[in-house]
């Protein structure tokens, strides 16, 4: 006759050959994604210097590797259309983006999917696009550059392109005809510099608040004096930027990602705080909802580029 204790001793072993069993489920799913993909590569779009991105993202990329217990490389991309056709292609896995440039990359077929968000040190989920000129110049708003040259940052930015151009839409300034020259910097830092050297007479950026902005990591970089420029124009809030996966990875592997993502600030806050030189919270999950705004923003905008093509 079985008494209670033998009943309990069985539940125990039983309890322990299944969670061995699952342990054991889990070391075999892990040792398979770990041999389909013997290294993940992580991309940054290029808002500043190559050598900025890697003293950056570099600490995290290392945290990364740690954490999943596998190589992850950081590759170093010469423009922004890289990182999505990178995606597209497959040989990036995961990416951080613009909210422009991962619509872009949703549009043009990328099977990627946002996971992590930026959130800035007030705690809102945005940012915003900014004009700067030389605070010695005599311009007070976007009308007062007519014939004049403008820095933008590359055809896939967000605040350095997409924004600046349906703001401008709705003002009825056509770029291409209301400026003397319109040149894409390449990068945040370039059109600044551009304004800094005299190349551009006004440059858009992204700008957090009065704490954080490309022109204030500038200046900590001595790469640039603040008090040198002053803003002419402020878009409307943009949602922040997503990392983004590519969905065929493995439903472990993709937990895995996001777990240690979204971890990082706690476990190496030394790795988050190299990213964002203390300036951010930690990141938040997010999904492709957020983004549809952003999505639509860019189709306006490519409609507006077929529409001048076509006339």
């Known amino acids: 006759m079985l008494d209670r204790r033998t009943l309990v001793a069985g539940a125990l072993a039983a309890g322990a050959v299944l969670a061995g069993a699952l ?39 290392n ?37 422009a440039s991962y619509a872009r990359a949703y549009l ?6 946002p996971f992590a968000i930026e959130v800035s040190a007030d705690g809102t989920k945005g940012y915003y696009s900014v004009l ?18 403008l820095c933008l940052v590359d055809p896939n930015s967000t605040s350095g392109n997409n924004v600046p151009r349906y703001a401008m839409d709705k003002m009825g300034i056509d770029p291409e ?31 957090n608040d009065e704490k954080e902005s490309n022109l204030l990591r500038m ?21 922040n ?16 990602i996001r777990t240690a993502v979204l971890d990082v600030a706690t476990k190496d806050p030394a790795a988050f705080n ?12 997010v999904t492709h909802k957020e983004y549809e705004p952003v999505v639509d923003l860019i189709k306006f905008v490519d409609a507006l580029r077929k529409k001048k093509r076509s006339s």
């Open 63 to 99: 945290y990364l590797s740690k954490q999943l217990g596998m190589k992850v490389t950081l590759r170093i991309a010469n423009d922004y259309a890289a990182v999505v056709e990178g995606q597209r292609a497959g040989n990036i896995h995961i990416a951080m983006y613009g909210p």
């Open 132 to 149: 700067y000129v030389k605070a010695d110049a005599p311009y007070k708003a976007i009308q007062d550059l007519k014939g004049k040259n």
């Open 23 to 61: 342990s054991l489920a889990g070391t075999v799913q892990a040792q398979d994604y770990k041999a389909r993909y013997p290294e993940l590569v992580f991309a940054k779009i290029p808002d500043e210097n190559a050598s900025g991105t890697t003293d950056r993202w570099t600490p995290f990329v």
């Open 241 to 256: 930027s997503p990392m983004a996966y590519l969905t065929s990875l493995p439903p472990d592997l993709k937990a895995a």
């Open 108 to 113: 043009t077929g990328a099977q990627v999917e």
């Open 219 to 239: 200046a900590r970089k001595n790469m640039a004096k603040a008090e040198d420029f002053r803003i002419i124009f402020k878009s409307d809030l943009i949602v």
């Open 274 to 285: 190299a990213i964002y030189d203390g300036k951010q919270l930690p990141f938040q999950a």
């Open 177 to 207: 005809a209301f400026f003397g020259k319109i040149v894409y910097a390449g990068s945040h830092e370039n059109a600044v510099i551009g304004v800094q050297q005299g190349t551009c007479d006004a440059a858009f950026n992204w700008w």
